[in-house]
């Protein structure tokens, strides 16, 4: 019933920049925390970035000065902004939602299906 689904993937020559979008939906009550994992092909996945209810936000590292994370509380989506994406930034990417659902009483995590990203020339 709740659902998450991300898109805006795409290929990308080195320095180039694209938009990723995520959208819950379903019987929300709240998401206390949205975020973006990658998983490139061979490796575990790994988070990217995060923002939670209060507008704080969480960064890999190696893209604290590429990536933007952003967030559109009233409807329920969240967005992550890659500026110079090279090469080492091909995965799958994926949102993640920790949802609280009305009727029910603790947040449950929730995972889209992915959106690929290629950064290649």
């Known amino acids: 019933q709740v659902q998450v689904v991300e898109s805006g993937g795409g290929l990308v020559q080195p320095g180039g920049s694209l938009r990723l979008s995520c959208a819950a939906s379903?019987?929300?009550?709240?998401?206390?925390?949205m975020g973006w994992y990658r998983q490139a092909p061979g490796k575990q996945r790994d988070f990217v970035a995060s923002?939670?209810?209060?507008?704080?936000?969480d960064y890999k590292e190696s893209v604290k000065r590429r990536f933007t994370i952003s967030r559109d509380i009233s409807n329920n989506a969240a967005y992550l902004q890659m500026n110079n994406l090279q090469p080492d930034d091909t995965a799958v990417y994926y949102c993640?939602?920790?949802?609280?659902?009305?009727?029910?009483?603790?947040?449950?995590?929730?995972w889209g299906q992915g959106t690929e990203v290629t950064v290649s020339s």
């Open positions: 379903g019987d929300i009550h709240s998401i206390w925390k």
């Open positions: 993640n939602a920790h949802i609280l659902q009305n009727g029910v009483g603790g947040y449950d995590e929730y």
């Open positions: 923002i939670i209810t209060g507008g704080n936000s």
